[in-house]
């Protein structure tokens, strides 16, 4: 097993800017969802991509956008960086949908400034 | 909206200490429920999980939980702590089609020698 990787590890960006995080699943899962870290908070929900397509999605606003590679790898892009979008990002693997838990990466820590 | 609520924030403990974490849901379907664990600078692992059945499940190190469908809860229990299973601790429940996947916003135990 290869586990979740995740990329980058830390990241500081300028309010108003776009970011791409970048996830490769864990061998054999083509499920990966994204999940929201803020400090002393628990991970929050932002959405999943089975087989290529979304497939669920949290109360996060369209800026918050994602994309799932054929080799099941996925990106999470955000647009118009705010403060409040500093965090630690999350992505997590899963054979088919979470039936089974999540294998979790070790995030991103994004910072806006 | 589904949420997850864990009463406990911090809890402090001796070794040998039993443990229980209370962890609620608010989901009216079908729901399978998870324990997380994260140790001091790794990733989330998984603890345990209920799908159905025996609504006592054990976990990894030790841990179980009891599923209570009356009252939407699913408690963490462990008999005797060590000092190793400091960490933070969350409950996630994910929804029956497995597209959204919830988590409660943790609780910190902190065992002391």
């Known amino acids: 097993e290869t586990g979740v990787t995740q990329s980058p590890t830390h990241l500081i960006k300028t309010r108003g800017q776009q970011v791409t995080l970048r996830c490769s699943s864990q061998?054999?899962?083509?499920?990966v969802s994204w999940y929201q870290q803020a400090l002393g908070q628990g991970p929050q929900f932002i959405f999943q991509y089975y087989r290529e397509e979304e497939n669920g999605r949290g109360n996060f606003p369209p800026r918050f956008s994602g994309l799932q590679f054929p080799n099941y790898s996925s990106e999470l892009n955000v647009n118009a960086l705010e403060l409040d979008d500093s965090a630690l990002y999350l992505c997590?693997?899963?054979?088919?949908?979470?039936?089974?838990?999540?294998?979790f990466g070790s995030g991103t820590r994004l910072t806006v400034v | 909206a589904q949420s997850v609520s864990q009463h406990n924030h911090h809890v402090i403990l001796s070794e040998a200490a039993s443990l229980e974490l209370g962890c609620n849901y608010s989901y009216g379907g079908t729901v399978n429920l998870f324990w997380y664990v994260q140790y001091p600078g790794q990733h989330l692992q998984l603890l345990l999980k209920?799908?159905?059945?025996?609504?006592l499940v054990k976990g990894i190190k030790g841990f179980e939980a009891e599923f209570i469908k009356s009252k939407f809860s699913f408690n963490l229990r462990k008999p005797s702590v060590q000092w190793s299973d400091t960490a933070e601790y969350f409950c996630?429940?994910?929804?029956?089609?497995?597209?959204?996947?919830?988590f409660g916003s943790g609780t910190k135990l902190n065992v002391k020698p």
């Open positions: 209920y799908f159905s059945g025996d609504p």
């Open positions: 997590a693997s899963s054979l088919e949908a979470g039936g089974d838990g999540y294998t």
């Open positions: 061998s054999g899962h083509n499920t």
């Open positions: 996630a429940v994910n929804s029956y089609n497995f597209n959204k996947f919830y």
